[in-house]
């Protein structure tokens, strides 16, 4: 059974970092790419950040643009998300996503408040 778990997430104040890990057990992670999707109270899923298979390419949603980065590392089964400068707007559920087979994880809450 595929699992994907998500950690990392808290309360920080404005400005602070918090880095997001989503391990993933019972399937290898190498050959997938994976997204970061974040849930605001009241809004919207939406997209974050995308790393591919190799981690050679990344994407990211334009409000996280230099202040976010996605990284993985395969031997670990595991992908990141780095989060800098962090502002009250980035308060939501995190949550990963196995890409190819449309595998979540159960989120982390992120908190940003002063």
């Known amino acids: 059974q595929v699992q994907l778990v998500e950690s990392g997430g808290g309360l920080v104040q404005p400005g602070g970092s918090l880095r997001l890990s989503c391990v993933v057990s019972?399937?290898?992670?190498?050959?997938?790419?994976f997204d970061w999707y974040r849930q605001a109270p009241g809004k919207e899923r939406e997209f974050v950040a995308g790393?591919?298979?190799?981690?050679?390419?990344?994407h990211l949603a334009a409000s996280v643009k230099g202040r976010f980065t996605v990284s993985r590392d395969n031997a670990k089964n595991a992908v990141f998300l780095l989060m800098n400068n962090l502002r009250p707007e980035d308060t939501a559920v995190y949550y990963c996503?196995?890409?190819?087979?449309?595998?979540w994880g159960q989120g982390t809450q992120v908190t940003v408040s002063s």
């Open positions: 996503r196995d890409w190819a087979r449309d595998y």
């Open positions: 019972g399937s290898t992670v190498s050959n997938h790419p």
């Open positions: 790393i591919t298979s190799t981690g050679s390419t990344a």
